[in-house]
Each structure stands twice: as C-alpha cells, then as structure tokens.
C-alpha cells in the first residue's frame, strides 16, 4: 500500500482533498495521489464511493486513474499545518490512517491537469466516445453529481487524453441509495456525446456490465475497502452490492430517459 510521504498541494472541492507524493516501498519510486481523507466535509462513505464505483468503472473498460488506498500517518500531519479540513471558521486536522488516493497521472511539476476544456478543444480529446460509456456508470450506480473529469497530454501525444475522475456522489453520496432522474450523471457539455448514434452507442459498456463477474467484485470489496470508511456497517455494504447487482438491467431505460428531456444531450441520436 503506497505510504504519503509529502504534501504537495490542496486541491479545489468540496472534500478539500491534498496532492500528496507516496511511495509503496521506502526505495521504490515517488508515486503522486489525489487524496481524500476520512473527515472530509462530505461524508466518509465518498471513499467508498470512490473506490468501488472507479473500480467497477475500470472493469468495464472505462478510462480511470488508478486508486489505492493510502495511508497517511500521524507523524506527517502533526508536521503539516495544511493538512487540515476547514469547516465553517473552524480547523480540525485531517484523521490519521486509511485514505483513499487519486493517482496523478505522471509528475505534477511535468505533467498539467485541466480540470475543464473548451468547447474547440473537445475535439481533440483522443477517448471523447467514452464520456458515453462513463454514462453508462453513473446510470447505474445513480451518480447526483455532475460528470467530471480531467483532460491531459500524454507525453508524445498530441491529443488530449480524459480520465474519468470523482466518483465521490455516486450511490448519492453519503445516503447510499438511488434517486433517479433524468439529467443525474450527465456532462455539462454535450458535445462529449457526439458519438452518440442510438442505444447501440452504449452496447459495448452494457455488455461488459451484463457480464461483471459479481461474486468477484463482492470479494474485492470485502478485502480492499478499510471497514471505517463505511463505520463498520457490513449489513450497509452489502445491501448497497446487493442493489447494484440488480440495477444493472434497468441502466439502458435510464439513458432513455436522458435521451428525453428537453436538454436533448444526445443530438446525432437516429
Ligand atoms: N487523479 C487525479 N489526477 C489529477 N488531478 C486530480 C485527480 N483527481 C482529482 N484531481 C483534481 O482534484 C480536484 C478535486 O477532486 P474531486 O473533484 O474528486 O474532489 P471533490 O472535492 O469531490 O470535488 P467536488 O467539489 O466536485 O465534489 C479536481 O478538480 C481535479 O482537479
Ligand atoms: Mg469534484
């Protein structure tokens, strides 16, 4: 498990996460996340969220960041004055332990994240048809919060790559349960779905989905996910699994009803 050594920077958002470099062994090389702590302002099921639903976005074939959980260890926060979450006027420094860690990918002082592209540059995102496959996830897993993503240059490339970031609010957050609407999940630019022809458009991801091997992923799950992220609460977790396990036959309706609303998100939809 990577171990933070260094704070590199806070991040923006509401779970007030802190770039931070790691390494799995004392020797091996410097390896950069993304993390968010237990006592985030949100909840501390986001960092459940973040790892299974990256997961099982990865599973079926999705372009993610790697994620790890991280340990961050008292010593490193009792030494940084910015390790801390900032709630109203108030500090309370971020709680030692388990985390869960965003791999960046590459060298930050090398490599820039944008957060946001404009409308003229999505065209040169090189993996653009998978922000459809990605609505695929957040239907399923009923994602209350906006698509996001990062967009980046992979050295000697000249496009833009994206990878499917923030996780945190599907499962509805800290509620764990599935409010479906139609805009829920969407990407605030809907040139992101140009490639969108038909139900048909979505079949690869479904299929994959239809065919995840769930007995894998509850194994997974039980062993990798620390039990504070979620306060112990097996019977919670495994309800969770349990619905999403069967929520995946109704995700092809819920685009549909996507493809209704008056925001028409998919345009070249015959
Ligand atoms: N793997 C990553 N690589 C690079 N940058 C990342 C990565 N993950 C997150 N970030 C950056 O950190 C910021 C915060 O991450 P994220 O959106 O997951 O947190 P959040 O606090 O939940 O945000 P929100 O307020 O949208 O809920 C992002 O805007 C992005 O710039
Ligand atoms: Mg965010």
Not at 158 to 168: P, Y
Not at 232 to 257: G, H, M, S, W, Y
Request: hydrophobic share 40%.
């Amino acid at each position: 498990m990577p171990l933070a050594l260094e704070h590199v920077r806070r991040m923006r958002g509401g779970a007030q996460s802190h770039l931070m470099r790691c390494r799995r062994t004392a020797d091996g090389p410097d390896e950069y996340y993304v993390v968010k702590f237990q006592n985030n302002p949100q909840h501390p099921r986001v960092l459940v969220n973040e790892l299974l639903a990256t997961r099982l976005a990865a599973r079926i074939g999705l372009p993610t960041p790697q994620v790890a959980v991280i340990e961050v260890r008292k010593e490193l926060i009792d030494l940084t004055t910015e390790l801390a979450i900032q709630i109203g006027m108030g500090r309370v420094p971020c709680r030692p332990g388990f985390q869960f860690g965003s791999r960046y990918p590459g060298d930050p002082a090398l490599i820039t994240v944008h957060d946001f592209l404009p409308d003229d540059h999505l065209r040169d995102v090189e993996n653009l048809a998978d922000f459809a496959g990605m609505l695929v996830l957040d239907k399923w897993t009923c994602n209350t919060n906006g698509r996001q993503a990062i967009f980046f240059n992979e050295p000697g490339r000249s496009g833009f790559t994206a990878w499917m970031i923030d996780q945190g609010f599907c499962f509805n957050a800290g509620e764990w349960n599935f409010p479906d609407a139609p805009l829920r999940g969407l990407y605030a630019r809907h040139r992101v779905y140009e490639s969108v022809r038909g139900l048909h458009t979505f079949g690869p991801w479904l299929e994959r989905l239809e065919k995840i091997d769930w007995r894998h992923v509850f194994d997974e799950v039980q062993e990798e996910i620390p039990p504070e992220w979620y306060d112990c609460d097996q019977d919670a977790l495994f309800r969770l699994l349990d619905k999403l396990n069967t929520r995946r036959r109704i995700v092809p309706e819920l685009i549909e009803e996507a493809r209704k609303t008056y925001r028409q998100p998919f345009p070249n939809w015959t």
